[in-house]
């Protein structure tokens, strides 16, 4: 129980939940369009329980990535995939929930969640594996459970007022796609691979993680330069 009194934990927790609010944004909108068609005293059951049945889903893919990221050059691959998906969160994109279908029966609305979560969640899923493989090797599962309970309410309740304020102050996504890219350069310092090649220092740690968000940082801006050009 020491680690709940650690600096070190709560910086990550509050990290997950930055993730989990940037890249975990349209869930609230994904709840509210397969639940729409229910009775009103059921709509609140739906919106726990395909809720709850998602958390669970995203942990469990979140225990198999930790182990994963055991596995050489594996931790490479996820660095690469989180500086993408960092420099996309830069560039904007309309995305589109219309095939997102409700349902008048509560179990199916919860599996409709539950199923659209699954395959909207595999960017959560690497980003908070690179938290949390960064926190220490104790304590790794319980940060990301802890990380997502306390994420749950912001998730159902206040991402709208977050996505708000993400429109009105356009910093707090820039600075949620270098947090992604920062991860991503400490992450690929720990991989197995070249574990004996680089020294695994705070200096090293944190340069690269600098690297990393200023590297989203600049091929974000580009590319959204040329899209908006384009648009």
């Not at 939940?17 to 059921?42: E, F, S, T, W, Y």
């Amino acid at each position: 129980m020491e680690e709940f009194f650690t600096a070190h934990f709560w910086l990550a927790v509050g990290q997950i939940i930055m993730i989990d609010i940037l890249l975990g944004g349209d869930n609230a909108v994904v709840i509210a369009l397969a639940c729409r068609q229910l009775p009103k005293q059921l709509r609140l059951k739906g919106i726990l329980w395909g809720t709850a049945g998602a958390i669970v889903l995203r942990v469990i893919l979140i225990a198999f990535a930790l182990t994963l990221l055991q596995v050489p050059f594996l931790k490479l691959v996820g660095a690469a995939l989180l500086l993408w998906i960092g420099v996309k969160l830069l560039i904007p994109e309309e995305e589109g929930h219309s095939n997102i279908q409700g349902s008048d029966q509560l179990w199916s609305a919860v599996k409709t969640v539950i199923i659209a979560d699954l395959v909207m969640s595999i960017d959560n899923v690497i980003a908070i594996a690179g938290v949390a493989t960064g926190a220490g090797a104790d304590n790794q599962l319980v940060l990301v459970i802890f990380g997502l309970l306390v994420s749950i309410p912001i998730i159902i309740w206040g991402s709208q007022l977050v996505l708000k304020l993400m429109d009105r102050f356009p910093v707090i996504i820039t600075v949620g796609g270098m947090l992604l890219g920062w991860i991503a350069g400490s992450m690929a310092l720990s991989d197995p691979a070249v574990r004996d090649w680089l020294p695994q220092t705070a200096v090293w740690s944190y340069g690269l993680g600098l690297a990393g968000a200023l590297g989203v940082l600049l091929v974000g801006s580009v590319l959204k330069k040329r899209t908006e050009k384009t648009a």
